[in-house]
């Protein structure tokens, strides 16, 4: 069966049935309305967004002789019902990237000025336009510039970048977007109710995101994967690989509600699914950036901070399942970290990473007013502050690096070694120079302070060393490279590479 026989049927006939676009949809049917179409359109973007279509319908609203409302075609007049049989000879499709696309290319200069043969216009749509070869282009760009009044153009590419700019000068230049998520699915639901399918939500849903903005790819999708009229979501998981998105979004609900039983059920139901938890935690972390990019969007400081620890915490836990001993262990450790009651006694100090983020996002914060000795003190139970010596630094070193923001500078930080006090400098020792310069970049090294500041309620700043042994092997190799001079300056020879 024809996979893109439904994509056909459903190709919009007005511009209402158009989906997504709606810039372009507006400014082409005010430019329809008040006659201001251009000789020259360049339709950009990804594939399955609609620039076919939408060239299709400019096409229609020239040559039909009875608009509606003005802008619309009637596809019902001789020219509309041709254009949609596919069958009208002033509508000249040409496809760039064929061979006969080349040779029509080719003809086009000679044949653009003979006068439209049925239609009051011509219309050129050159699909995939950037395949043109180089000859090509410079004849259309001579029929760009001085186009015969009865001929317009549109031109379709996915690859703008390869238009030359002489051609993208000429065009009055429209770029199309993906569609969204909700569009897509108002769209397949719509299609189908008409076609009698019947079609959860939740695969519905599971289609759109795997469409990629592409609608074209979305209603392939739906008619591939429904059986004897109906489209189920067992399916549709196994088939895309997508996650249930109930379970998605009962991970988030129990996360959010500090609900650990509840969120370590789902991690269960999905290990006893067989679902593949790396998929799993993609498809969460993509979800919690959506949330994330809509809370700087919204300046809600408090969910920022509490979504950006939990993509941190996930992203971890997606790096140590391939060597997870226990497949969904570390879904498991992410859970309770986030929701688990010893993160919570933690996080009574957490106010401090919102305002840290706060400034991030260029707020003005209120001035810290100089707290007492005494508010100090109980600062300090109050939130679990660590005792400022070595040795209480050392015993929580775990708990401090696990605040640390940046993947890379925690790990860095958890194979360091706290190793000197002095007043308010902390040496900490590293095993590799890799590491130390890790952490003291400078952005790094503020954090780190400014962490140690946050558990230890103390100013502290960092001095850095790298474990001898490191240093011993060098001296070790001077020595022998020593002995080597040494030997070659008795026996006169030289070291053979
Ligand atoms: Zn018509």
């Known amino acids: 069966m024809d996979q893109i026989a439904l994509y056909r049927k459903y190709r919009p006939h007005n511009f209402d049935n158009l989906v997504g676009q709606d810039y372009i949809k507006t400014t082409l049917v005010n430019a329809i309305k008040s006659n201001h179409i251009s000789h020259a359109y360049l339709f950009s973007g990804p594939r399955g967004t609609g620039k076919t279509s939408t060239a299709r319908l400019v096409a229609k609203a020239l040559i039909c002789n009875d608009l509606q409302d003005d802008h619309d075609p009637c596809n019902k007049c001789e020219f509309c019902k041709d254009i949609n049989m596919g069958r009208l000879i002033d509508l000249i499709e040409i496809d760039a990237a064929s061979n006969r696309g080349i040779d029509e290319v080719r003809d086009l200069k000679e044949k653009i000025n003979f006068a439209p043969t049925r239609a009051k216009y011509k219309v050129y749509i050159i699909d995939e ?9 410079n004849a259309l760009l001579k029929t760009l510039e001085e186009p015969p009044s009865h001929a317009y153009f549109i031109l379709a590419t996915t690859e703008i970048h390869k238009i030359p700019e002489t051609i993208i000068s000429r065009c009055q230049r429209f770029d199309f977007r993906r569609i969204s998520n909700k569009a897509l699915m108002t769209r397949l639901s719509y299609i189908a109710q008409m076609e009698k399918i019947t079609a959860d939500d939740k695969s519905l849903e599971a289609i759109s995101k795997s469409s990629d903005g592409g609608l074209r790819d979305a209603i392939g999708l739906l008619e591939q994967l429904t059986t ?75 969910k920022m901070a509490t979504l950006m620890r939990m993509i941190d915490i996930f992203q971890e836990a997606q790096n140590e399942l391939h060597i997870a001993i226990i497949p969904q262990l570390p879904l498991e450790i992410a859970v309770i970290k986030i929701a688990g009651p010893v993160v919570a006694k933690m996080e009574v100090s957490e106010p401090k990473v919102e305002e840290k983020v706060a400034e991030k996002v260029g707020e003005k914060l209120e001035p810290k007013a100089e707290k007492t000795p005494e508010e100090r003190k109980h600062k300090a139970i109050d939130t679990g502050a660590i005792m400022f010596t070595l040795a209480s630094i050392k015993d929580n070193w775990p708990r401090i690096t696990e605040r ?11 194979s360091a070694v ?29 954090e780190v302070e400014a962490v140690i500041n946050e558990v230890t309620d103390k100013p502290v700043k960092i001095l850095v060393v790298v474990k001898e042994l490191e240093i011993k092997s060098v001296v070790e190799k001077e020595k022998e490279d020593n002995i080597v001079d040494e030997a070659l300056g008795i026996f006169g020879g030289e070291v053979m590479n």
């Open 129 to 137: 336009v950037h395949m043109m070869t180089k000859e090509a282009f």
């Open 228 to 302: 004897d009229g109906k489209l189920q979501f067992e399916k549709v998981g196994e088939v895309l690989g997508v996650s249930d998105s109930n379970l998605l979004n009962g991970m988030l609900d129990s996360l959010t509600n500090k609900d650990t039983k509840g969120a370590l059920k789902i991690v269960h139901e999905l290990h006893d699914q067989g679902s593949d938890l790396k998929k799993f935690i993609h498809e969460f972390v993509n979800n919690l950036r959506t949330q994330l990019l809509e809370s700087v969007a919204s300046g809600d400081n408090g």
């Open 404 to 414: 640390i923001k940046v993947p890379a500078l925690k790990q860095s930080l958890k």
């Open 418 to 446: 706290p190793v000197k006090l002095e007043g308010n400098d902390l040496t900490i020792q590293f095993n590799t120079n890799f590491h130390k310069d890790k952490v003291m970049e400078h952005d790094h090294r503020v």
